[in-house]
């Protein structure tokens, strides 16, 4: 059997003294196998973000216990270095709300093109063209309109 695409084990979190070292992630463990797929629910304030902020690397001023294995390499711990290729390109995290998620200032198609145009070296019209086929595949209508579009012009379902 193949090593799975992401392995978590026993993944603990836990704040800094300011906070009191509360512990927001307790002994999580959890597998996805490559071409899988995993959804993660939670109340508000379960430690969902705090998760997959820890699987990104980005938990300055928290303790990370455990292990986070991705396509084999071990990340909890592991130096900037090592998350460079992966963020973004590799291991991203989508929030639903637009206000919060996407700048203000920036219209959609900014935002949507730079990564692409960032990690996969695409012209900015080879990333437009690939931006509105990921609208229109997630069924957004008018997917040309909500390019030129600001944050605050979409709903928070879209």
Avoid at 4 to 27: F, K
């Amino acid at each position: 059997m193949s090593e799975p695409l992401l392995r978590i084990e026993n993944l603990t979190l836990s704040l800094d003294a300011h906070h009191h070292g509360a512990r927001v992630v307790d002994r999580v463990s959890l597998e996805v196998e490559r071409g899988g797929s995993l959804g993660i629910v939670g109340e508000s304030g379960s430690g969902k973000t705090q998760l997959l902020l820890a699987l990104l690397g980005l938990t300055a001023g928290a303790r990370v216990a455990g292990s986070i294995r991705y396509r084999g390499e071990e990340l909890v711990a592991a130096p900037d270095r090592s998350w460079r290729p992966l963020r973004g390109a590799r291991i991203a995290m989508i929030f639903q709300d637009p206000m919060t998620a996407l700048n203000p200032y920036l219209s959609i198609g900014t935002q949507l093109t730079e990564g692409v145009r960032r990690h996969r070296g695409l012209s900015r019209a080879a990333a437009w063209r690939r931006a509105l086929e990921m609208l229109d595949a997630v069924h957004i209508t008018e997917p040309r309109r909500r390019m030129e579009q600001h944050p605050h012009e979409l709903s928070g379902g879209m």
